[in-house]
């Protein structure tokens, strides 16, 4: 008999592939989940399909259809994986002496929403969050574990299954999360958590213990898709996310915790000016000490460094503005001691803004958006570079004011 406590903990939990890749190894976390219950947690299970069964699906369908198959064609095939996922975890669950509630996007009672993009479909937060409290929370206090297809939505208009391309199945559990009230996300897979490097590229990474969000999104950005950005942009604020690894059988092993939330859209401007300082060489990005004395002289001033770039013959560094003319002259003696610089030059009176925004890496044209305004207003962009979730433009201090507006107006402030 399940216990539920007078403020039971509620969790949801996804499973990934790896962990439903066989019978051994969905028998092992159903027993995980069974256990958790039994302590009195409410528990909604997202999964994922088993193994490499999307792939396979993929690459059947395209080829029987001589890749004439249609995208809403496509992805009614494709949400069969999770939804046969979710049929043997329900299975599975029951087999324990839980009670379950299988989900299918063919029901009318089906929590996600999306827009009609198919095969990369964003979900509607709102309509989520409406149909998740009145379909999936009030199952929770009756010991019912509601089991749901991850990666799957279905069109506004309630006639096509959509599914939500990479991330998809962790977008699934964030809205989930923050419509049920959820105290964590905990993501189950085949590692320990996030690692310090690939361990398929470094011997011996370190274990990460905790992450913050916007950390985790930098990753992401430099091509490690542990979490897609795209998922993450839905994780709240005071909903941690666990990441445990299946083969322990328990659903509190330890992991990486990843906490926080990603900004919304943000145009930032320094507040102060800024300058910028320009050598050029002989293959001069490839001398380290150039770089490092430059920096070093720049925190002798008590200044940081605001961005770096470089070519193949020049380096440049954006700081903020110091009028100290004995400042200037210890970064010329960088290039007289170096047989690779040529020369310095400086461009004063500099805004730099920053414009930071949930995948903005991933937004064909952004670029486009932010600069064509700029130019139509006979605004010179003395520099433009992307790190990370943001992009950085440097202006005329006196434009600093008008660029703001015009980039906030051309991004609708949102993505």
């Known amino acids: 008999m399940v216990k539920i406590k007078n403020n039971p903990k509620r969790l949801v939990v996804k499973f990934g592939g790896a962990s439903l890749s066989s019978g051994e190894n969905v028998l092992k976390v159903a027993k995980a989940v069974a256990g958790e219950v039994r302590k009195g947690s409410q528990i909604v299970v997202v999964v994922s399909a088993m193994g490499k069964s999307t792939d396979t699906l993929i690459d059947i369908a395209k080829k029987a259809s001589a890749e004439q198959i249609s995208a809403h064609e496509l992805d009614d095939v494709l949400s069969m994986g999770e939804r046969s996922s979710a049929r043997i975890f329900t299975a599975a669950l029951n087999a324990q002496g839980i009670k379950t509630h299988y989900f299918d996007p063919a029901d009318s009672k089906w929590p996600i929403i999306t827009n009609n993009r198919f095969n990369k479909a964003d979900p509607i937060p709102e309509e989520c969050d409406r149909r998740i409290k009145s379909q999936v929370s009030p199952l929770l206090s009756k010991s019912i574990v509601p089991v749901i297809p991850g990666f799957i939505g279905r069109s506004i208009n309630g006639k096509r299954i959509t599914t939500m391309g990479r991330g998809g199945s962790d977008t699934t559990a964030f809205l989930l999360a923050r419509a ?3 105290n964590e996300v905990v993501l189950v897979t085949d590692v320990d958590g996030i690692m310090s490097a690939d361990p398929k590229l470094i011997k011996n990474p370190r274990l990460i213990k905790r992450l913050a969000v916007d950390k985790l999104a930098s990753l992401a950005d430099a091509g490690s898709k542990f979490i897609h950005v795209k998922a993450l942009k839905h994780k709240e604020d005071a909903i941690n996310v666990r990441i445990v690894n299946y083969a322990s059988g328990r659903l509190d092993g330890l992991g990486t915790v990843i906490h926080g939330a990603l900004p919304s859209l943000k145009v930032e401007l320094l507040q102060r000016p800024a300058m910028a300082v320009t050598l050029v060489g002989e293959s001069l990005p490839q001398s380290s000490e150039v770089v490092a004395r430059l920096v070093k002289e720049t925190k002798s001033y008590g200044a940081s460094v605001l961005g770096i770039s470089a070519d193949r013959d020049s380096v440049i560094l954006y700081l903020p503005l110091i009028e100290n ?9 960088v290039v007289l001691l170096n047989n690779r610089a040529l020369a310095m030059a400086v461009k004063k009176n500099l805004a730099l803004i920053k414009v930071r925004g949930v995948g903005l890496e991933e937004k064909p044209g952004i670029i ?3 600069s064509e ?3 139509k207003n006979n605004i010179n962009i003395f520099g433009i570079f992307t790190i990370a979730s943001s992009v950085l433009v440097l202006v005329g201090w006196e434009d600093r004011e008008k660029t703001v507006k015009l980039i906030e107006e051309s991004l609708g402030r949102k993505l």
Request: net charge positive; proline share 6%.
């Open 325 to 333: 003319g004995r400042f200037l002259e210890k970064l010329h003696s």
């Open 180 to 182: 049920i009230g959820a």
């Open 368 to 370: 486009g958006r932010i």
């Open 373 to 375: 305004p700029l130019h």
